[in-house]
């Protein structure tokens, strides 16, 4: 069977991973790359960071974006989910005060999906090798849309 997902559905998926595919155009081209980030029920939001280049440069000049979440455990069973949004970079004390949030949150999820005790943000989550400090960003969710399939 398959069906569309109830939106607490897909909210759910989010709530319950942390690495997704970010689709962003830049110019006429569409580009989509993976990204760590933390869905923060508080705010409705989507939570990441990135170091300066192509992705940042992009999302600066067009604001639109697509979060790709997928669960996967065979062809016939799955969700996937589609979030539409809004990118907002952050600064000072609300960049540190969500990336903490950011960092929390992954460690949270890894403990109760995988029994998994994360120390560092380094342990799941793209090293930053750029001596500047990374940009912290969050996406306002427009609308999330999604699919399952199941047997």
Same mark, same amino acid.
């Not at 705010?43 to 990441?48: E, F, K, L």
């Given at each position: 069977m398959r069906r569309n997902l109830e939106e607490k559905e897909g909210i759910e998926l989010l709530k319950n991973n942390y690495v997704g595919y970010l689709a962003y155009v830049l110019g006429s081209t569409p580009y989509i790359v993976?990204? +760590? %980030? %933390? %869905?923060?029920s508080d +705010?409705? +939001?989507? +939570? $990441?960071y990135s170091s300066i280049g192509h992705k940042l440069d992009a999302m600066r000049k067009n604001p639109s974006v697509v979060l790709g979440v997928n669960k996967i455990d $065979?062809? $016939?069973n799955?969700?996937?989910i589609q979030v539409h949004g809004t990118f907002e970079e952050l600064e000072g004390i609300d960049a540190k005060h969500m990336l903490h949030e950011? $960092? =929390?949150g992954v460690k949270s999820i890894l403990s109760r999906t995988k029994g998994n005790d994360a120390k560092f943000i380094s342990e799941f989550s793209a090293k930053i090798e750029s001596e500047a400090p990374p940009v912290v960003f969050r996406i306002k969710i427009g609308d999330i849309v999604?699919?399952?399939? =199941?047997h």
């Open positions: 993976p990204i +760590t %980030y %933390y %869905y923060d +705010t409705h +939001t989507i +939570t $990441s $065979s062809v $016939s799955w969700q996937s950011f $960092s =929390e999604g699919k399952l399939r =199941e």
